[in-house]
């Protein structure tokens, strides 16, 4: 991919911003059937000329990559001032903050985080995540419904605040279960304000933590033992969220690989714990590696849809992305999912459509960086500041003004 022209410093950031919006890629989807079912695997050779695709993707990004690295090594300060300038170019950086504005003195969300409003984005614009294909239960006379869910690596709770807010116009309650990487956390609860604003205290969400086998809140110390009793004891669920990360910033090409053992556990849960029509949402990053295009064809068997969105919010710069998979089968009806053309090719396509954002962006900062004059500086922040303001009205009217 060639660089980026920078001749126009402000219409290269407002060609970035209008992006933003377009950061979403269906993977597979009911019209995708017959060939996800028919489709023959690739042969030897097929396969590994797709790797070889793919391994130059990774080479490209990791390249920009290492050039930014190279780059925050230079110097006791440059991470630093790295990370000020990646935070002052990130369109979204104070959207929290604009969001709080909106709303009325004291109903503010207490989580109103990068997270929160992750979520949000992507749960206004893909409102079939609140709409799970299986009944909800505990309808009472007045037509309200329970939605049951599940939301692993979430502490403090943004994921299920906005959740609870996203169904309070649906006339849908929340019935949910966290899970948290650590139970040493439960003094930060007890002496904080409650991290979950509808219940008053960790007292009263005790009960709602899961710390698995060994009480260290640790996922991949989850037994299949301790997933069935969750299941016999709790029920299953219509939606499951995880939301886990690795930091990598000193390793980050190997971001993939650490990831691995995380999105696969992350799986085994859902697929444990989801009830049949339920929808999952996990965070995952790059998926160069034959072991995660191997987990997504696992993914893909087991949804009728999998959408890959990266909600304005994220970082432009980072490879985060977000899967979107909705209508659970079950774990009996699940379809095999061959490395075939057609499969092979959704893949590589949507793993180029993703890196291409991340490194416009990269490139933009890398250009930039220790080079923006004063008026530059202004004008970035005029245009950050005009989409924050329309994102966070268009999201204070979807979820907090009813209608």
């Not at 009944?135 to 329970?146: A, D, F, R, V």
């Not at 999912?337 to 991340?358: G, W």
Request: net charge neutral; proline share 3%; hydrophobic share 40%.
């Amino acid at each position: 991919m060639n660089d980026i022209k920078f001749n126009d410093v402000s219409m290269s950031y407002k060609s970035l911003l209008d992006d933003l919006w377009r950061k979403g890629f269906t993977l597979i989807s009911a019209e995708h059937y017959k060939c996800l079912v028919e489709g023959k695997e690739l042969t030897k050779t097929e396969l590994d000329k797709f790797y070889s695709r793919m391994n130059f993707l990774k080479e490209m990004l990791n390249d920009v990559k290492l050039r930014v690295h190279s780059l925050v090594m230079n110097g006791s300060d440059a991470l630093e001032r790295w990370r000020s300038f990646t935070s002052f170019t990130h369109p979204m950086r104070h959207l929290p903050r604009q969001l709080l504005l909106k709303c009325e003195k004291g109903k503010e969300p207490l989580l109103c985080t990068q997270a929160y409003c992750k979520f949000l984005q992507i749960a206004v614009s893909n409102p079939e995540l609140l709409q799970p294909g299986s009944s909800l239960e505990n309808e009472e006379p007045n037509g309200t419904k329970t939605l049951r869910s599940f939301h692993l690596c979430e502490a403090p709770g943004a994921f299920v605040l906005a959740l609870k807010h996203c169904l309070a116009n649906l006339d849908t309650k929340l019935d949910w279960k966290m899970n948290s990487l650590s139970s040493q956390q439960n003094d930060s609860f007890k002496h904080s304000a409650s991290p979950i604003e509808f219940d008053d205290n960790f007292n009263n969400n005790s009960a709602r933590m899961i710390f698995g086998p060994d009480g260290s809140g640790d996922i991949l110390n989850f037994t299949n033992e301790f997933l069935q009793k969750f299941v016999s004891d709790f029920g299953k669920f219509h939606i499951i969220t995880a939301d886990a990360g690795i930091d990598c910033t000193d390793e980050p090409i190997d971001q993939e690989r650490k990831m691995l053992p995380l999105i696969e556990k992350q799986l085994e849960i859902a697929f444990e714990c989801l009830c049949t029509g339920g929808n999952f949402l996990m965070k995952i990053f790059t998926f160069f590696e034959t072991e995660t295009i191997q987990l997504l064809s696992k993914l893909c068997g087991a949804f009728e849809r999998v959408e890959c969105l990266k909600p304005p919010s994220s970082k432009p710069g980072n490879s985060e992305i977000y899967l979107l998979c909705i209508n659970f089968f079950g774990q009996s009806k699940q379809r095999n999912v061959a490395l075939s053309r057609f499969f092979t090719r959704r893949i590589e396509e949507c793993a180029r459509f993703f890196i291409n954002h991340q490194i416009r962006f990269i490139q933009f900062n890398l250009h930039t960086f220790r080079r923006l004059s004063q008026s530059e500086r202004a004008n970035l922040e005029i245009q950050k500041c005009i989409v924050q303001e329309v994102m966070a009205d268009f999201l204070w009217h979807k979820i907090f003004v009813i209608d």
